[in-house]
């Protein structure tokens, strides 16, 4: 299956989010979930777009309110986890 995952990511030709990649093969995102976990642990995969993953903090003066933290922060969208190839490996 891991093989699978990868193999979906890599003809896709761009990023995928979780849903996606449960739409074309057929699995439950609960189920991918680990999976894809392993696969950015392990280094195979890479997440894309995640506020907060470039290692940069936000400016708490602009909002004028304590800073929670960009995971944490009211005005930033949760979006869902990109995945892609690493392109490293």
């Known amino acids: 299956m891991l093989n699978k995952i990868l193999q979906t990511i ?22 991918l979930s ?5 696969l950015v642990h392990t280094g ?11 290692g940069g903090e936000c400016e708490s003066s602009r909002c004028g309110i304590a800073c929670p933290g ?4 009211p005005f930033v969208a949760k979006m869902p ?5 690493n392109k490293d490996q």
């Open 81 to 85: 986890k990109m995945y892609q190839l």
């Open 34 to 38: 680990g999976m894809l976990d392993y």
């Open 44 to 54: 195979k995969l890479v997440v894309d777009g995640m506020p907060g993953s470039d």
């Open 10 to 31: 890599e003809e896709s030709h761009s990023t995928l989010n979780i849903n996606q990649i449960s739409y074309q093969l057929s699995v439950e995102p609960a189920a």
């Open 70 to 73: 960009v995971a944490n922060c």
